[in-house]
């Protein structure tokens, strides 16, 4: 199991890169090296040899001696509204009709020390440690009794998060990634960009098999993950970029090679873009007998040179060529005077995407296109999605969520007839 | 052609997306000899064959304009006409991106309905990908069959006349073997449990149940939870267009000038008046008819100092102004589709 | 029942003015003139006599003769979740289980005619006529038994509240007269203004009996009439305007009278805001014997004229003395140039609340306080309601609703020492 | 003093709300001799008597100052611990503005909680109007009667410690006559059939009912039906703080003249490269020991070029760049408090 696209990826395999959630819910990257050990902290440790062979998604209790047990899902008897009834014979305790005598006064109440759970913790074993931890802490808590049945419920799932010792398996789609980047790191390392927002680019820019594609992206490789994975090898990413190489540190994250990322993502730097013929590669391919007779690293080291002047030159080509199939820009450079003259790259009728954080930046973009008739439909999106906690009988949104998401433009290039009286056009 | 493959040249029997407005894009399948009429003049089809795709048309009279678009499936979903239930972008673009459909997925959608999701999934999977979609209702199955035919979508989707709900989801062409499931339908739970017989037992499978009322997504979700799925999370998007618009900027000091020029302006125009006056009292002390001041007509009225234009109109925008660019959302939003509720149910292997 | 305040009329009185809010929950404004009629178009027309003297928030029937007959609600029997059993007799049609049928092909399948309609119509009589259009709608609608109960009864619930000849008379609270305007008229004579960005300027203002407020309000006198009725004839509202008067077109529909507004509501230009002291009424007053010989007309101009010069003066004097107790402002003058101006005006600890349509005039305004140490807690403040249908088993936020609402700045007017150093001001 | 009347210098014994920072405003009664410790430092109450409501004090050594600010509800709001369920700024406003809550309304509220929203209403009723509000939970009962009576609330409130879903409205004191009702309570279908005997006879009652979840909004519009309330709305105020930030304008050419200059000095960093290896080999011939170009430091490294301030900490706003006015909202957001379900009874006078 060692194809690329992580839909292929049913199965938890060797080397692969997956993404781990923990009962907090909060979420880890991990690589699955043969006979290596995964540690999830104070969730415990586990040997991958163990979860290799289960199909991603799977959960499971980390047991003593690095093994797991394969569970249904990770809130299996905790909070799974099926799983309920027969999942917390520990729940038998004295509780309130009402909270009426209950003065939360936060962690007062609580007679059990952080000290006390972290020695249960050093104790080891499996996930009894932490259903012990949470025996402890109920009886250490002074008005548990007094809560209602509902409070009680409340409190003692969100302990069992807290202490279980669970994980579920994830494969590494874009979503999991992003999703994980968004919420346990930092969302401005993604300029802000949601799943929803993601998704929507891809949609808008009509992502699919075959496309060439431009591309500015700041989100650290999530955009050129994403359309890879929706490419599936076919067509290309011309990626432009403001450095000497493109940075995209999220992609040696994912399960594409090298070969394959060579063959589908061509950088390009702004100044080669803008002025393709003025930066072409000055190195041309040497006399045969003379590369045969380098010493061998010096040759490897051309070889791969070569490569990459080859590939150049192919973008520069398409560049020349105003090739493309769609603009996708996710970039800090100010939109507002580099699309317009992007645009002139591409092929009509073919969508352009830009994203920013703020939608401040994209105002004055949309009115540059309002104005422009090479760009139809220009308009700002914004998507943002609400979940909500399903638990029977408890059905509300969450409470708190992660703000922003970002915005985008969209518009479709075309291609206006040159002195054309464009007074039809804002109908 | 198909939906799902870019062109760059315009050919006979190709179907494009003829952009009239902002709010009228029409589909028509390109055929020699045939004429498409708007409010804008008549286009022969002729006219547009060896043309670039999004090349702008004009009338052979010059008069009026369209663009000739190549078909996405967003496009088609914008030009549909609002006949029934549409999933529209914000929520399919969240559900693709979310069930992870791409290249090779497997994907049972029920019902079919406009077929306008059916395009976006099709465009997802790709060739070595299917769609087993579903439709009980009898004329709109026909028009599916129709339309995924025109839009060279065969490759790809498999479309059923059934009612899921009752009958299930086997077909007997091929296994099924689906990872992703969306069920637009008013009772979901009558179609879970027939999931089972044809989702794939080898790997994750991702649902989704769209639905536009709470109770439900409560139904649902229990239906989901008795028939072993697992993370289910319900959802909702909300999206909004915005337009960007230009908001003069009135400034206080120019105001306060306005106002001073009027101050002034009414003390001349008292003096004016006081002259008037004495005039009057002249002219009726010397008994001529009474004499009038000429009124100026309203178009050329002196309106005097005038920083914002008051009085005439102005357009957004216009140059001798100063202008905030700001952004503003449609006067009536979308504010509600349907919610959707994911789960997955992972295969129990035994090693 | 004369009483000004909206509060104050729990009965519908004679000259009271009131919001009708027909089953089209289209909203009328009318004035209780006894005899009088209020025509209500094609749902009816009524004798003001006959709804004299029951509770604001009463529904009606139009009866034959312009009489009513009181009803428990405008949807008693249409679509009250308590009401719909014994409501529907009429809904004795065959239906199909589902609508696999059915092809909705818009009005092409009703063979009923606008025209037969209106002639119904015509023959006048009470909600009888409704109910006979909607009987013959039903029969004229080819494939009406080919929907399902569900889309059945949501086409009569439609056919109902369109023909229905019912209406419900409310209180003319500024909420009421607000939602009027926003949803049947044009939300821009508000300047976008939501009722819940209203109440959060109200909030913020810290609106209340006996404050004195400076005011710019172009909405027509919404926010003076919201402000009025929090004040119950206690303090004062100093309407800065930029004009010969202010434009208060909504305060004529409200039950204020001319005495009570002179008492409240103090006008005063811009040019007389800005510089007090150079824009003082030049017109004093006149010996008393001047005044006893005027002509009656001419008295009575005079001293209209002395009433205002006194109001004016009394105006300039609090600005001079800097004696307000906050700032709201609702005026298309910017407000980044003008409100650093007029809060030097204000008393210290007292709130500024400025509102715009759109978010990005805010920001100037925002980014100019975050380094202006006269203002506390500077934000920018969003808020907006969504309305669900509570049908039962049809629990759904309404599909669509009027966009916008506004922005609200929100400060505090702090009084800086002169000097100080502000390091610590942005913890 | 009281909270719903201004003042504009602070008194011995007056309510104050002292500003420390953004997140921290901290409510003290001011007492003679008494002190206010912060981390900026300690300020003695006997300084802060006298100064005008919305004064700077400094520490007695100027090393640090805070804001004395005068009390309203919404302030009062923000500076409680988040110690129970407290209904914000943007439910309580639209609760009082669409009920009409104003000078004269009779209010019942259950329960009272933090009592932070019965500020609000007092506020808004004024000296005609009365505030009815349960509580029966003993603690914030006491602390409630505490609280109102520090702040001035005493005329306008009455409250009692009582379970009104068991035991009704009624109490003895006088006639409750409730024009406006709001319930907080987790059963408010419990309640709600006790408040004929409370509310008028006369004129409408507005109800709004306050529950986080879609299960307790059925059952209490089920309820509401049921007891005769008319105009059942269901709603969801969501509201957001947006910050205003400046984000740096990175010209596209300001980065294709930063690529010019670095391909420049790398072309010279070949050709010292070049010269480095021939004084090498020289050195090497003449059989000296290796001579090395000495390494600027990388604190004073020159970074050619340099338009948008890479390599450095720029601070938001910094002169020399070019910024966007943009806003943003915090990391985190508020995304639900909870439904407002809203009703009225209008009282069926025979006239």
């Not at chain 1, 802490?137 to 409190?155: A, L, M, P, R, W």
């Not at chain 1, 969302?187 to 496309?211: F, I, Y």
């Not at chain 1, 309002?370 to 308009?379: A, F, G, Q």
């Not at chain 1, 969209?410 to 054309?420: D, F, H, K, Q």
Request: net charge positive; charged share 25%.
């Amino acid at each position: 199991m060692n194809s690329s696209f992580s839909h292929e990826k049913g199965i938890i395999g060797y080397d692969d890169w997956a993404i781990i959630t923990l009962p907090s819910s909060a979420t880890k990257i991990v690589q699955m090296r043969k006979g290596g050990s995964i540690s999830l902290g104070k969730f415990g440790t586990f040997k991958v040899d163990h979860i290799v062979g289960y199909a991603y998604g799977q959960s499971f209790e980390v047991l003593e001696g690095k093994d797991v047990l394969p569970l249904k899902s990770i809130s299996y008897g905790l909070d799974d509204t099926s799983d309920t009834k027969d999942s917390t014979p520990a729940l038998e305790f004295q509780s309130s009709e009402d909270n009426r005598d209950l003065l939360d006064t936060g962690s007062k109440v609580q007679k059990i020390t952080a000290k006390e759970i972290e020695e249960m913790k050093k104790e080891g074993g499996g996930n009894d440690v932490g259903n012990k931890i949470i025996e402890r802490i109920v009886q250490g808590h002074e008005s548990f009794e007094k809560k209602t049945i509902y409070s009680q419920e409340k409190y003692l799932t969100r302990k069992q998060r807290k202490f279980s010792r669970r994980f579920t398996v994830r494969n590494m789609t874009p979503s999991n990634l992003l999703n994980h980047i968004r919420k346990d790191r930092d969302p401005n390392k993604l300029m802000g960009l949601s799943e929803e927002t993601l998704g929507l680019m891809m949609s808008h820019a009509n992502v699919m098999p075959g496309g060439n594609y431009l591309l500015m992206d700041d989100t650290g490789g999530l955009l050129v993950y994403a359309m890879l994975e929706r490419m599936q090898g076919q067509g290309s990413i011309t990626l432009i970029h403001e450095n000497d190489q493109p940075k995209l540190v999220l992609l040696n994250r994912t399960n594409y090679s090298e070969e394959e990322l060579y063959n589908m993502v061509k950088p390009i730097n702004l100044l080669e873009f803008v002025d393709p013929g003025d930066n072409r590669p000055t190195i041309g391919p040497l006399p045969k007998e003379e590369v045969d007779s380098m010493p061998n690293i010096r040759r490897i080291k051309y070889l791969r040179r070569m490569k990459k002047v080859k590939q150049l030159n192919e973008s520069l080509d398409m560049v020349e060529a105003r090739a493309f199939d769609g603009l996708i820009y996710a970039s800090t450079i100010n939109p507002v005077t580099f699309v317009p003259r992007i645009i002139e790259r591409m092929k009509g009728s073919r969508p352009i995407v830009v994203y920013n954080q703020f939608k401040e930046v994209l105002i004055g973009l949309s009115h540059i296109f309002l104005r422009d008739s090479r760009v139809l439909l220009p308009n700002i999106y914004e998507s943002c999605v609400r979940q909500f906690q399903t638990i029977q009988g408890r059905l509300h949104p969450l409470v708190t969520s992660i703000g922003g998401g970002g915005y985008i433009f969209s518009g479709i290039r075309v291609l206006p007839i040159e002195g054309a009286v464009a007074s039809g056009r804002r109908n | 052609m198909s939906i799902t493959k870019y062109k760059d040249t315009i050919e006979n029997g190709d179907l494009i997306m003829v952009y009239i407005s902002r709010l009228h894009i029409k589909p028509i399948v390109v055929q020699q000899g045939e004429v498409l009429n708007t409010r804008f003049g008549s286009f022969p089809h002729d006219s547009m064959i060896g043309l670039k795709y999004g090349a702008q048309l004009l009338t052979p009279k010059g008069k009026g304009f369209v663009y000739l678009l190549h078909p996405t499936p967003e496009l088609w979903t914008v030009s549909l006409p609002h006949r029934t239930q549409i999933v529209y972008t914000p929520d399919s673009s969240y559900i693709l991106q979310r069930m992870n459909v791409i290249g090779g997925s497997r994907v049972i959608e029920a019902g079919t309905g406009s077929g306008s999701f059916t395009h976006a999934f099709a465009r997802n999977v790709g060739q070595s990908g299917r769609i087993f979609t579903y439709e009980f209702h009898e004329a709109r199955y026909k028009q599916a069959v129709q339309e995924f035919g025109d839009h060279g979508l065969n490759d790809m989707v498999v479309v059923t006349h059934r009612d899921v709900c009752s009958q299930g989801f086997v077909i007997t062409q091929e296994k099924i073997d689906a990872d992703s499931v969306f069920l637009d339908l008013p009772s979901p739970w009558d179609a879970i449990p027939h999931l089972d017989e044809v989702i794939s037992q080898k790997r994750q499978v991702d649902i989704c149940c769209f639905s536009p009322c709470v109770e439900q997504v409560m139904k649902t979700v229990e239906s989901l939870h008795e028939n072993g799925w697992t993370q289910v999370e319900m959802t909702e998007v909300s999206s909004l267009v915005w337009e960007s618009r230009k908001e003069m900027i009135r400034e206080v000091d120019d105001a306060l000038k306005r106002l001073k020029d009027v101050k002034k302006r009414q003390k001349e125009g008292i003096e004016k008046l006081k002259e008037l006056a004495k005039a009057k009292a002249k002219a009726k002390a010397e008994m001529k008819s009474d004499t009038y001041i000429k009124q100026p007509k309203l178009k050329d009225r002196d309106r005097g100092y005038n920083p914002f234009g008051k009085g005439r109109r102005i357009a957004e925008g216009e140059e001798g102004f100063d202008w905030f660019n700001v952004s503003k959302t449609e006067r009536e939003i979308k504010s509600h589709t349907s919610y959707l509720t994911f789960a997955v149910k992972v295969p129990q292997l035994q090693l």
